[in-house]
């Protein structure tokens, strides 16, 4: 843990605070503040009357109960993700409303669109294609699926019959994909034969075959998008085209326990291994539900466009069930921001007439060095309310989006969550306010959150700390990791004990409850809102065989936020050249995928280390980011940090 917090810059100005207008109050599910007091002096009667919104086969008979490590909600409760997302929309008369508008990377294909009623009828036919090849509840589906309607359609049929998605990002590596894979023992892999990436076609077939090798693995089915010429293996590939049309559209959703397993989604901890993060279905249902209403403000006229992937937290609540619990229309785009040009976003939210638009800081700050005449081009008024999430935002890129994008009229919402968490728990409601840059805001009602010391105490406001939530837990937060219950009470509870949910992440309170996220304190980078250990980039870059020792950093850049750095140590007979960086490039796109690339690798002689011999990371990147570097004193080896200077181009 790195203890020295330090705000990123300045705390924001009081000119920069922004607060509702009686119109965005007025549209507000709630603009009374009272709802935080109330909401958190009970949160268990708070969470109850929200899961009263959605639709139970069995209402819960206790709300909530806690032990050590283990909390659970809604007990007996019977319920189903995929009849509270589609089903229940039909049956109160919604069916021909639009629920997905997908926009494809190629302008001159046309636009994909589900009612409803056709959502409910694809996702009940592809469910009854799993249940013919053999799928039943709790058995583990892989997704390795492209921004593609089929993505959510997936999702939806696999928790519509109790089993269990764990949806792999399309642009990890296959070997990303086989560890996964192989740790939730997927029977049946969802994929496609490829898709549109910046004006490129992209196969993923080729990278799905090579994934499931030696995987438990079975049958695979093949959505065509590209159109491009894959081998399918005989007894063990089947085109989506060719198994679903076929089906019933008709396919009675599972009852599920409110803490039966929901979906299990792969995430970076701090060693090179990512950790299956379980989520269960009633907390999580409330929590996704409660908070896409409340923090977006949405209602039925409602055009939802979050940027996120599938393959992260964010497009599982945000894209997929969060707008369709709530009964809005949820769009989707298929490609890159900047193709064909760098206006497609802002074409996009115009087009489709968006009112909420939910975005990264490391897209926006992307859109600032592209330049304002982009979204001016367009007509962006439909716009009611901004989202951004994924890492701290930086006040030049907040004021940015505010002013060129929400047209001076749009609450920004910066909400804090993370994949353990499952949906927002920090950040200001659109009724309430305020807005200010850098500062997510208050907990969400119902969670309770305090910034405490190292030792477990509280700080006094302003003060930076660590942010932890307390019970009673929030619904939708992890309730474990596939697997490894014992890595799971480590990572989550192994500093402050039982009684705190340790978020890893920095933070300070000022004296209204406002927090502002100051970013990790574990070793998670977080590359252009992607999460990723350091661990995992040293694993991969010592799959080469030059490669004697490796230390990565992280250093904050412009756009991205953080980048992974890179220190290497030869072994014996290798000599560093340009030709080498780039083969350890490679590496790491086959091991991880392109997000992990080191901006920057230094061949060097050695790295600081204790005399215990652990590398101090924490010298390496002080190095990189040109900061104070501290006492070298305990090292064993101080004379390296004079080699490394020169090496990294120090100023102090
Ligand atoms: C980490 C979680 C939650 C979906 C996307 C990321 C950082 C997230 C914010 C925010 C400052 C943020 C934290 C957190 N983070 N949102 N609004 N302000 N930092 O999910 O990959 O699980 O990463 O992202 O450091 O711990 P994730």
Avoid at 197 to 218: C, S, Y
Avoid at 521 to 542: F, I, K, P, Q, Y
Avoid at 646 to 651: F, H, L, P, Q, R
Wanted: charged share 25%; aromatic share 10%.
């Amino acid at each position: 843990m790195n203890a020295n917090i330090k705000w990123v810059e300045p705390a924001p100005k009081r000119e920069n605070w922004f607060w509702p207008t009686d119109a965005m109050k007025e549209r507000a599910w709630v603009s009374d503040p009272k709802i935080y007091e109330e909401s958190w002096a009970d949160p268990v009667a708070f969470w109850e009357k929200r899961a009263e919104e959605i639709s139970w086969f069995k209402k819960w008979e206790v709300a909530y109960e806690e032990e050590p490590y283990k909390y659970r909600w809604f007990i007996g409760g019977k319920l189903n993700l995929s009849y509270n997302s589609l089903d229940r929309h039909v049956e109160a008369g919604k069916g021909d409303k639009v629920a997905l508008i997908w926009e494809p990377e190629p302008t001159d294909e046309p636009n994909r669109i589900f009612t409803y009623k056709e959502l409910l009828e694809e996702v009940s036919r592809l469910a009854n294609a799993l249940k013919e090849l053999g799928i039943k509840k709790g058995d583990r589906v892989g997704i390795y699926l492209p921004m593609i309607p089929e993505a959510v359609i997936a999702m939806q049929a696999v928790v519509r019959i109790g089993a269990v998605p764990s949806v792999v990002f399309s642009a990890f590596s296959p070997e990303s994909l086989r560890d996964r894979m192989l740790d939730c023992e997927a029977k049946v892999l969802i994929t496609a034969d490829g898709y549109w990436r910046r004006g490129k076609l992209i196969n993923l077939k080729r990278n799905a075959d090579k994934g499931i090798e030696g995987t438990k693995v079975e049958k695979v089915i093949v959505v065509k998008r590209a159109g491009l010429d894959v081998e399918m293996m005989p007894g063990r590939d089947v085109w989506y085209h060719e198994i679903v049309p076929k089906q019933s559209p008709e396919c009675p959703p599972e009852e599920m326990d409110a803490e039966d397993l929901a979906f299990i989604l792969y995430t970076s901890g701090t060693t090179g291994k990512p950790k299956g993060v379980m989520h269960t279905t009633g907390g999580y249902a409330v929590q996704v539900y409660t908070t896409a209403k409340w923090n977006f403000n949405l209602h039925d006229d409602d055009i939802f466009w979050c940027t996120a992937d599938v393959g992260w937290i964010t497009g599982h609540s945000y894209i997929n069930y969060g707008p369709l619990m709530n009964g809005v229309t949820t769009v989707m785009y298929e490609g890159a921001p900047d193709t064909p040009d760098y206006g497609r976003m802002w074409a996009t939210i115009q087009k489709h007439k968006v009112t909420v638009y939910y975005t990264a800081p490391t897209a926006i700050r992307m859109h600032v060095k592209w330049g304002d005449e982009w979204p001016a081009k367009y007509d962006l008024s439909s716009l009611r309310v901004l989202g951004t999430v994924g890492e701290p935002i930086n006040e030049e890129a907040w004021l940015w989006y505010f002013k060129h994008i929400g047209g001076g009229r749009c609450p920004i919402i910066d909400t804090w969550w993370q994949t353990e968490t499952g949906a927002n728990c920090v950040e200001a409601l659109p009724g309430i306010g305020p807005f200010i840059p850098t500062v997510a805001g208050r907990p969400f009602p119902g969670i309770r959150a305090k910034i405490l010391d190292a030792g477990g105490q509280p700080v006094p406001a302003g003060e930076g700390g660590y942010l932890v939530l307390e019970p009673p837990f929030p619904p939708s937060l992890l309730r474990g990791l596939w697997g490894d219950p014992e890595k799971f009470k480590a990572t989550y509870f192994g500093e402050y004990g039982p009684k705190y949910y340790f978020t890893k992440d920095g933070a300070r309170m000022d004296e209204m409850g406002n927090i502002r996220i100051t970013g990790r304190v574990d070793d998670v980078m977080n590359v252009a809102g992607h999460r990723l250990a350091t661990a995992e980039v040293e694993d991969a870059l010592s799959q080469h065989d030059a490669v004697s020792e490796v230390a990565v950093v992280s250093r904050p850049d412009e756009v991205k936020g953080e980048v992974p750095v890179a220190f290497v140590l030869l072994k014996a007979g290798y000599t560093p050249s340009d030709e080498l960086k780039k083969e350890l490039i490679k590496t790491v796109d086959v091991h991880i995928g392109p997000t992990a690339r080191p901006a920057a690798i230094y061949f060097v002689e050695d790295v600081p280390k204790t005399r215990s011999g652990k590398i101090m990371r924490r010298i390496l990147k002080a190095l990189v980011r040109n900061e104070p570097i501290g006492d070298i004193t305990t090292l064993r080896n101080p004379e390296c940090v004079e080699e490394l200077k020169k090496a990294v181009g120090y100023k102090g």
